[in-house]
């Protein structure tokens, strides 16, 4: 890439939402969100259950269940509502599921293999060979402790929950977005595969990129330390302010910390 | 089975009689009486049965009109058969060079066209052309036509009075093989052909056999009505794949029996991707303790294909063990069948039994029909059954396509795990490679 292109886009936001409502079944979750992402940045969205996080990171995912009603999503200038899942993925958006999903009959290497490829064939650059990448895959596992008998095996079948966990974050070390939305990644995990999940966050972290770490519960965040903390409640944004804002909510709580906030 | 007898197809089964009798005439004086009175015996099973109705209950779903409409020619000697070549016969040809292959031509044995692989000298392979004129007769009148049911399979009677080449195998005492036999036969015209194999596996043998139905090109309708007789004596372990790769004008029915004695073991795989009608039946006999069975099933009907698999297991004895899977894959207008029946008698405690039968729709316009049937005469067993008919997982592909998979190819990823699970539950590397490549080659088609 030459690297005018690359100066062009560090000006632009890589996410910006705009009063984006979203329903599913006819039942409104989203009312109205506003959220910019610049490059470089780590954002945080907490908030009770129910409050709309999953619903946020489905839609910027493109799960066909959710309808948007009204409001844009802009990634890296282009329409990102418009684009279908593998297109996006293709862009650059990766989504650390809450909820990985076992496929039998698939092979963990192959499936990764081929969603690597297909993203480079959408960006118009040359397919991988097998060996090339299988160094790549093998590089990745060390930085995320992984089992090598898992590349032989199918995606997440009979994982633990915490290997399924880390199978995210090593599929998202291997493909390398530049934004990652991780959904509830913490949520499940021991202390150490904590570490490990944030560490590879981290080692992603760079000045072109960007990461939002949807999360119930603050501890995930001594790991990953954001430049910004925002509160979802009732499918709004209803506070935002730096890292000190998890502390504040981890001592008081959802109630008292959008007390007073604008409705 | 009173109910069999209950409106069978009478008409259109005086010309398959006619054939019988037209052949056992041809061969009068030149086989041994004990053939003579099996084809006898075959016939009047068949005259007496029929085709199947629709009121019997195993043929609910598969009408046998067009089998007993089907214009009956036999390619009566070899001249009469056509020709193929190497070209024809390629696609389906085994990779494995140390197996031993016999090709059959409208259901004649073609020397010329077949190999006798690393032949293992403790295995005697004859086409039974070749077997029914030879003087030492032993194996074929103790083995051939002993087992096969023609009562409840009146189309296996058809078989005895109509078949006219084959394949005879006796793996011997001890004796194991890695390569696989392959017997491949391959249709030219529209003839109705009857191949017949009996395989002897004797005490503590090993050999994989594979047979193949394939037609060469499209645009004629041959009418394949196979049997395939595998005796597996004491600890011995036979494991049999059958491939169907007819054209989509075709028609295919056959029997697999197998005896299996003490601690001996048989696999039992279908792959059925061909043919316009399909119909398989598969009986195992459990016979002695600790004997076990793998039934292994992949049906893909698209295309207007009609495939129905039947299948018993009958644990005779304590301690025995079966496990069955079967997958189906419908597309565009595909229709699939399959009823599992499993039989634990009085006595036969301990029984382990498993069975799981699914079936995934691709097109809203396919139908599977799915029945598992247990009859189980004592309480100290172990049976399990599970039938599942579903879609392509919608959250699964969601999970491929947000990683960057588009989404036909993601959906394709899906039909072939599915169909996978099964492949891999043949354990010889050649043939399941093989059988990958005609997946492979059967999804292609109907992208197209």
Not at chain 1, 69 to 96: C, N, W
């Amino acid at each position: 890439m030459f690297n005018e292109e690359v100066r062009d886009k560090d000006k632009m936001a890589i996410l910006e939402i705009s009063g984006l409502c979203a329903e599913i079944e006819g039942k409104e979750i989203l009312k109205g969100v506003d959220l910019t992402v610049n490059p470089g940045e780590i954002h945080a969205i907490m908030g009770p259950n129910g409050s709309g996080k999953s619903t946020l990171a489905s839609v910027l995912a493109g799960r066909e269940e959710y309808e948007v009603t009204s409001g844009s999503i802009t990634y890296q200038g282009k329409d990102l509502l418009e684009m279908e899942p593998d297109e996006r993925a293709g862009e650059g958006v990766f989504l650390a599921f809450q909820y990985p999903v076992e496929i039998p009959g698939v092979n963990n290497t192959y499936f990764l293999r081929a969603a690597y490829n297909a993203q480079r064939k959408y960006r118009e650059e040359e397919e991988v060979e097998a060996p090339e990448f299988l160094k790549l895959v093998k590089e990745k596992m060390k930085l995320l402790d992984l089992r090598e008998d898992l590349l032989t095996r199918s995606v997440n079948e009979g994982f633990s929950g915490g290997e399924k966990k880390r199978n995210e974050i090593f599929q998202m070390a291997v493909l390398d977005p530049k934004l990652a939305v991780l959904d509830e990644t913490d949520s499940g995990l021991d202390i150490d595969a904590l570490k490990i999940v944030a560490e590879g966050v981290n080692k992603l972290k760079s000045p072109d990129k960007a990461v939002v770490v949807i999360t119930h519960y603050q501890r995930l965040l001594n790991y990953i330390v954001p430049d910004y903390v925002h509160v979802l409640v009732d499918g709004k944004i209803v506070r935002s302010a730096g890292k000190e804002l998890a502390l504040e909510l981890e001592e008081h709580g959802y109630d008292t910390v959008t007390e007073g906030a604008p409705a | 089975m009173a109910d069999l007898a209950e409106k069978p197809i009478t008409t259109g089964m005086e010309p398959f009689i006619t054939a019988a009798e037209a052949l056992e005439q041809a061969e009068a004086g030149s086989v041994m009486p004990w053939l003579t009175a099996q084809r006898n015996a075959g016939l009047a099973q068949f005259a007496e049965a029929g085709f199947p109705g629709p009121k019997n209950e195993d043929w609910k779903y598969t009408s046998t009109k067009r089998l007993a409409s089907f214009p009956v020619k036999l390619a009566g000697s070899p001249s009469e058969a056509g020709d193929v070549t190497e070209e024809d016969l390629a696609p389906y040809r085994l990779r494995d060079e140390a197996a031993a292959e016999l090709v059959f031509v409208d259901g004649h044995y073609r020397a010329d066209l077949s190999f006798r692989g690393k032949k293992a000298c403790c295995t005697k392979i004859t086409n039974l052309a070749e077997g029914i004129r030879a003087t030492n007769q032993i194996t074929l009148e103790s083995y051939l036509g002993r087992h096969a049911d023609e009562e409840i399979y009146p189309l296996a009677g058809l078989n005895t009075a109509l078949f006219q080449d084959g394949a005879v195998i006796n793996v011997g005492r001890s004796c194991v093989i890695h390569a696989p036999i392959h017997i491949l036969h391959i249709s030219t015209g529209d003839f109705l052909i009857s191949p017949r194999v009996l395989v002897v596996a004797e005490p503590h043998s090993s050999a994989p056999i594979v047979e193949t139905f394939a037609s060469k090109g499209d645009g004629h309708c041959a009418f394949y009505n196979s049997v395939t007789e595998a005796v597996v004596q004491e600890g011995a372990n036979l494991k049999h794949v059958h491939l169907n790769l007819q054209n989509q004008q075709s028609y295919h029915v056959g029997l697999f029996h197998s005896e299996i004695e003490r601690d001996a073991r048989t696999a039992h795989h279908s792959f059925a991707f061909g043919g316009a009608l399909t119909r398989r039946d598969t009986w195992i006999n459990l016979n002695e303790e600790g004997t076990e069975c793998l039934l292994n099933g992949l049906y893909m009907p698209g295309h207007k294909q009609h495939i129905d698999h039947q299948t018993v297991v009958n644990h005779r004895k304590p301690h025995c063990e079966s496990h069955e899977f079967f997958h189906g894959i419908l597309n565009h207008k595909g229709r699939g069948v399959f009823n599992g029946k499993i039989f634990v008698q009085e006595g036969a405690i301990k029984t382990d039994a498993k069975q799981s039968n699914r079936a995934m729709l691709i097109s809203p316009d396919a139908k599977v029909d799915t029945k598992p049937q247990l009859e189980i005469w004592n309480d100290d067993v172990k049976c399990t059954h599970g039938a599942t008919i579903g879609a392509i997982d919608e959250v699964a592909a969601f999970y491929l396509r947000s990683r960057g998979i588009p989404e036909f190819k993601a959906r394709e990823m899906l039909v072939r795990a599915f169909a996978e699970e099964i492949v891999l539950n043949v354990n010889n590397d050649s043939v399941r490679e093989h059988i990958d490549d005609l997946l492979s080659k059967h999804l292609a088609s109907w992208e197209e």
